[in-house]
């Protein structure tokens, strides 16, 4: 793989070295806050690509998996069972879009393998059925694991926050496990029409709206909003739906998660907010 080439603004470059004078976590504490505040697109990516270099020298190590990165302002999940940390964050664009980037370490035994994820949204077409891997990766924020067992192997249900567009957002039920010790993304294990089975549950609505979805451990189960269009005519597109104050939920049946309507949720938010969407960028 060839050399990438980053061009940094003058301020970056300022940064970049006063980061290199201070402890390697101080410093990516530094970057993710520099990333939040950047006024520009280019500037957004290439503080990006120093967080990743932050990481990697932080992960890429003996005592990756063991390290607690609590204090980082980013998205990050962890295997009950130690297996893996999966770090992710978004990179806004001035369209409204987003690009998302990850690192998830895995251990397998004594061995610790970091991968790179590559965010390929705009690629996969049909990303309910899609079986996919680090290198095209339907990016998106997590922010909780739900493991299951099926077939005496582990699925780790991924929960995650999608900022699509400026007209919509998503959430997202992933799934990931492991082949051969290489991670996969999507597995067929999501009830659906007839024979056919998702690999992955994808819930769009408006921009401005939330959506709850979270696994209650109590109910053994993932319960969100059911989503609504603000009128009939409006039921094809994303963009106008929101939540009805009605509730579905996944439930864990015969190895498969199933959908279940109208489920009793009479205090959807005891936990707290729902994640969503982290701050806006200040425009140019």
């Known amino acids: 793989m060839g050399m990438r080439r980053i061009f940094l603004a003058p301020m970056v470059l300022a940064a970049g070295l ?29 503080i990006s690509e120093l967080i990743k270099q932050s990481l990697r020298g932080l992960l890429d190590g003996p005592e990756g998996l063991a390290l607690s990165l609590h204090d980082v302002p980013l998205s990050r999940v962890e295997a009950p069972d130690g297996s ?3 770090i992710t964050w978004n990179v ?5 879009s987003h690009r998302y980037e990850g690192m998830l370490l895995t251990r397998s035994g004594k061995r610790a393998t970091l991968f790179e994820l590559r965010d390929m949204t705009r ?54 496990s492991f082949r051969s010790g290489k991670p996969r993304f999507g597995a067929p ?27 209650e451990q109590d109910q053994a189960r993932i319960v969100m909003d059911h989503l609504s269009p603000l009128r009939a005519d409006m039921e094809k597109s994303n963009a106008f739906l929101g939540p009805d104050m009605s ?8 190895r498969e998660w199933r959908l279940v309507r109208d489920v009793d949720a009479r205090d959807p938010r005891k936990d707290g907010k729902p994640f969503n969407a982290p701050p806006a960028p200040p425009r140019p």
């Open 123 to 176: 690629g996969i077409p049909s990303p309910e059925l899609a079986d996919l891997g680090p290198d095209r990766w339907y990016g998106a924020l997590y922010y909780q694991v739900v493991p299951v067992k099926k077939g005496g192997k582990t699925w780790y249900t991924l929960l995650g926050w999608k900022g699509y567009d400026r007209s919509e957002t998503r959430k997202v039920v992933e799934v990931l």
């Open 84 to 86: 893996f940390k999966l």
């Open 92 to 96: 806004p664009r001035d369209d409204g």
């Open 189 to 215: 294990i999501f009830s659906g029409v007839g024979r056919l089975k998702e690999h992955r549950k994808i819930f769009g609505f408006a921009f401005q709206s939330t959506m709850m979805l979270r696994y």
């Open 18 to 46: 006063a980061w290199g004078q201070s402890e390697p976590k101080a410093v990516l504490i530094q970057q993710v806050n520099a990333l939040a505040g950047a006024k520009s697109e280019s500037a957004r990516d290439s």
């Open 247 to 254: 509730y579905d939920a996944l439930v864990w049946e015969k």
